[in-house]
Nanobody, 124 residues
Framework: QVQLVESGGGLVQAGGSLRLSCAAS????????MGWFRQAPGKERDFVAA????????TYADSVKGRFTISRDNAKNTVYLQMNSLKPEDTAVYYC?????????????????WGQGTQVTVSP
């Protein structure tokens, strides 16, 4: 098991930027693919981005391509989500997730460790 704690959420105006962080503790961080998901009020939790164990491969949801960047610092056991050009429709609780192994995944069921979430609110 790996424990995940997100931070960096908040209120921002449309067009602004935020950087989310997710600190991991427990088992070896490099054993995990890391992902970000989000859940808007009244909606299901959706995939945002994922990054391979060594940071060499990333995948993104179409809705955030070109605006969001996922990265990781294995020396700090931390994964980041840089969010630029934010839109009101990006408003959601953002969750960090970890998937043991080497395969990137975009499905919620593929991840077995989750953080508590951090709220991102984008005002018009």
């Amino acid at each position: 098991q790996v424990q995940l704690v997100e931070s960096g959420g908040g209120l921002v105006q449309a067009g602004g930027s935020l950087r989310l962080s997710c600190a991991a503790s427990g088992r070896t961080f490099t054993s995990y693919v890391m992902g970000w998901f989000r859940q808007a009020p009244g909606k299901e939790r959706d995939f945002v981005a994922a990054i391979s164990w060594n940071g060499s491969s990333m995948t993104y949801a179409d809705s955030v391509k070109g605006r969001f960047t996922i990265s990781r610092d294995n020396a700090k056991n931390t994964v980041y989500l840089q969010m630029n050009s934010l839109k009101p429709e990006d408003t959601a609780v953002y969750y960090c997730a970890a998937r043991w192994g080497r395969l990137l995944g975009s499905r919620e069921y593929e991840y077995d460790n989750w953080g508590q979430g951090t709220q991102v609110t984008v005002s018009p």
